[in-house]
């Protein structure tokens, strides 16, 4: 028998069946409209609702229960500037020597270059970490159980709340993302995750003519 400490389930809310159908499908018809936004205003965000998504992003599910993530945000202009700089500069490499044409011709419907403007433009920039290894309450450090997974759902959550609070995220992933650490000033056991660019879309922002895959490709029912 196990002798791990249990408490009971608090919050739980039961809710009728027509509830729950209705609860699932406002959430969709409110997370079908998010897109990636690369044409951002430069106008202030309420910082209230960054802290509150980033706390929402805390409560996700995560192995072992390590809460391997931590969240680094910034408005600092000079901040935004470093970062912009350090990733065109990975952001021309990558453009120029390191992308295979298989990734550049996944990448040609975007229309997506080098030049990463929003990085300052955008009010808010969130650097997510993954911690690959946590140091324990006797200095042990040890490794951390799907970080990977856990910082993606993490991620999942931070941008639906973003998102449902009215405001625009773009999941930027220059490659390699090592400058993030040294501008972020966070530790060598935190890989960079992505990078989350926040604002209220541009007046002329325009977006790639995408599809998304249907219910019936995405979707199978094992009888
Ligand atoms: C892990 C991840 C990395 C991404 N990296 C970039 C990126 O570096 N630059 C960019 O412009 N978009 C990036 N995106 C955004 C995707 O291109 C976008 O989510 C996808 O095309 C679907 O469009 P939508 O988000 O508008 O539905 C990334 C998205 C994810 C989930």
């Known amino acids: ?42 106008r202030p965000v309420p910082m209230q609702v960054v802290e509150h998504a980033i ?10 229960n390590q809460q391997p993530w931590h969240f680094a945000v910034t408005t600092d202009p000079q901040v935004k500037t470093q970062l912009l700089e350090a990733a ?12 295979t044409k298989a990734w ?7 229309g997506t270059d080098a030049s990463k403007p929003f990085l300052e433009t955008a009010p808010v920039l969130i650097g997510v970490f993954m911690q690959k290894s946590s140091t324990d309450e006797n200095g042990q450090r040890h490794k951390n159980y799907y970080p990977t997974e856990s910082v993606g759902i993490a991620c999942g959550l931070l941008i639906a709340s973003l ?7 773009l999941a ?7 400058f993030m650490n040294e501008i972020f000033a966070r530790p ?25 895959k249907t219910h019936e490709q995405i979707y199978s029912n094992v009888p």
């Open 1 to 42: 028998m196990s002798n791990a400490s249990k408490t009971r389930l608090l919050d739980w809310q039961e809710l009728s069946q027509q509830d729950m159908i209705d609860a699932a499908a406002d959430f969709y018809r409110q997370m079908r409209r998010r897109r990636s936004v690369r044409d951002f205003a430069d």
């Open 55 to 64: 706390a929402t992003a805390g409560t996700a599910p995560s192995g072992a």
């Open 88 to 99: 065109e500069q990975e952001e021309r490499e990558f453009y120029s020597r390191r992308a």
């Open 104 to 110: 550049l011709d996944a990448l040609a419907p975007f």
């Open 163 to 169: 998102h449902l609070a009215g405001l625009a995220t």
């Open 172 to 178: 930027h992933t220059p490659s390699p993302m090592g």
């Open 188 to 212: 060598g056991n935190e890989k960079p995750y992505l990078l989350l660019v926040v604002g209220y879309p541009a007046d002329n922002c325009r977006l790639p003519d995408i599809e998304r």
